[in-house]
């Protein structure tokens, strides 16, 4: 698959989220998808981070599968829910609980403890960071 169709690919499941969000969210839920410098995410299982108003990604999130997309992302946009909602101190694991509420699917943990949707390990293993 083609780079361009990669990011497109990418693109609509993120706007996908995105609208699935905006009407459950007291306010204005904009966010945008940057695709940032590799060199940012040096751990295996690194593939993405936010901010109140951004989820950026790791160019290699670009080889993954659909389900670890979804993960990934429904993970990234209840950390930006949460945010702007003021709460800035928040656990990983009540990350993917609201992820779960707002989407309506879980999240599984693969073989190498990255977020998917097509089942693994679950809730988020203990070992992993917490925050």
């Avoid at 429904?74 to 101190?89: C, S, T």
């Amino acid at each position: 698959m083609k780079a361009d169709n990669k990011i497109n690919r990418i693109n609509n499941i993120f706007f996908d989220l995105v609208n699935q969000i905006i009407p459950l969210f007291d306010g204005e839920f904009s966010v945008r998808l940057v695709l940032d410098d590799a060199r940012k995410y040096p751990k295996t299982r690194d593939y993405a981070m936010s901010s109140v108003d951004t989820v950026f990604i790791a160019p290699k999130i670009l080889e993954a599968s659909k389900n670890t997309i979804e993960g990934l992302l429904m993970h990234e946009l209840a950390h930006v829910y949460l945010m702007k909602m003021g709460i800035h101190e928040h656990s990983e694991l009540q990350t993917d609980q609201l992820a779960e509420l707002i989407f309506d699917k879980k999240i599984y943990y693969d073989n190498n403890d990255i977020q998917t949707t097509k089942g693994g390990k679950y809730p988020r293993p203990d070992y992993l960071p917490k925050k």
